[in-house]
């Protein structure tokens, strides 16, 4: 450790690569979790490693439809912040409609507001049985230790209120999606 | 009457096999050569994957794991940092791919809690199958049943001398995967899982490992994080081995599949809530590859939510099936009753199952 109470380069080289004791390895997390400047280090030199590594597998890449639409169901479920939902009303391709819609519906009464309440309810019905969580309970099931879903490390599925034992290496290639295709659709 | 080991039983067999070729080729009975010696109970391979399945409950590490599978002309790789103090605690925190670099989950008994650094959540969840050791034992007696393990050269993994296993299917002759086994501590340290036309599927190994007793208890820690949000979690139904109750307690017929592969047989079954709709899960094993099959009387159609579905059909009923991985979701629906087959099974094998499943 340096005079500044920081880790050196080569010691967390050494701790990403499990080369330290396993007491000294507890410490220098816990130094990690609270260190924004060593983070940075330990970032930097992780940046390195994962490039080194992943260089191999970027030459050919192509995102599982499975992976697809997981993100896509996350991106949906997302619900956004009341602000952003305020602003997403003053948009003018809402806000026009709307205010027309108002002054309809106050032309027509009330009984169209209702109708267009039971269509936004019948859009909206409670969809069929989902395929993924049916992926999810057949590998929450599987315990057996040569399984190939053993020990799979559960992740947030689209689901924010459900576990998803979705397998990481799948959602290895969520990495790359772009992140602006979240708000093109 | 005392019933013979099977070692002597072994023996025997191989003497007489031994004299039975020597009188074949007309030689004299005497001098037999002594039987070549039948491997140890400790080398004998099903006594290796034994142990390999009961390594972690007393077996404490920390290590990096790789997993890498192959699909068509693609692959997909994750490295994940583990670290387990035995019988029952673990965190596997994951350092690749990039995207999810950080999160962590932390499993105890049949609790687990995951961690989403990125959008500073957690999510607890339960799975009562974590700690079913009944069906975990019948897995083990199906695996013996239907697999033989055939013990090969030592080999060296993350520095490590390990002990290598190959399971042969009994029933189809060919070899669905190969396993290293350390040779000190029995702990499974890679296994290789092969498709039937022999071509590898996936590789976990890990890349370093090493033993220690001296993991902090804060590494296991699962307070929330300042600034967490907690997310209500999932239960997962509990598997029961008591099949018959559960199926008498379905609000509907069971309808069970009347073909499946050669020694598949049905290790537990529950009634669980997905998607809102209640219905019964049966899951069938031959002690790797597993099935389950869903059914529910909503009659309600599979949501793919934005999968791209292929269509197919059951007999004369529209299905669709998904591909996830080595894993395959067929659904269909008849008489009123939706059904969903989920399994690490190739499609045709998986639609001629599904015809059988008559309601």
Redesign the interface.
Known sequence: MTDNNHYTPDELVDYL??EVS??R??AI??HLARCAACREERDLE??LV?AL??EP?FA???M???I???V??AVRNERPSPLARLAGLLRPAFALPTAAAIVLAAYFGIPAAQSSRLAYDAAHA??????????D?????????????A?S????G?R????S?V?????????MLPATDASAE | MQVPSKFALRSAITVAYTSGLFALLGASPAPVPSPVPLPTAAQRGDTL?RA??AA?KRVSY???LQ???W?G????????RIEHRAPADTR?T????????G?Y?IQRGDD?W?Y?VK?A?L?R?K?P??T?AV??ND?IAL?EKNYRAIPGPMETIAGRLASTVS?VNRYTGERT?R?WIDARTSL?LA?D?YRADGSL??RVRYE?I?Y?N???M??FATQVPGGYAS????T??E?STAIDRTLRDAAFTPITPKELPEGFSIL?A?I?E????R?L?M?Y?D??R?L?L?E?N?N??????????IKTRVEDHPAAY??????T?L?WREKGI?F?L???LDIKEMIQIAASVVP
Do not use: C
């Open positions: 690569h499990g396993p007491g390895d507890a997390f816990a992780l940046a994962t590594r992943d597998r050919e890449r192509e599982p439809a499975v697809r639409a997981r896509w169901e409670t969809p069929g049985w989902s395929a993924a969580a049916l992926l309970e057949h590998a929450a099931e599987v315990q057996n230790p040569l399984s190939d879903r020990g490390f559960a992740r947030f689209g924010p209120a459900q576990a034992a397998p990481l290496v799948d959602t290895a290639d969520a990495a | 994957v390999a399945f972690p920390v290590g990096q997993v890498t599978r699909s002309s693609r692959s997909a790789a994750e490295l994940t596997r994951m350092l690749a791919p990039p995207s999810m670099y999160d989950e687990s995951n989403d959008h959540r999510l969840t799975n199958a974590t079913n069906a975990l897995n695996l399971l995967m396993v499974l296994k899982v599927e996936s370093e090493r220690t001296d993991i902090p804060a590494i997310l209500p979690g999932h997962f139904g598997p537990s529950d669980s997905t998607s809102g709709v219905g899960h899951l094993t002690g790797i597993n389950s869903f529910n909503s309600r159609e599979a949501d793919f939510g934005g999968l791209t579905p998904v591909k996830d991985g080595p894993t979701l659904a939706a969903a989920v399994g690490d």
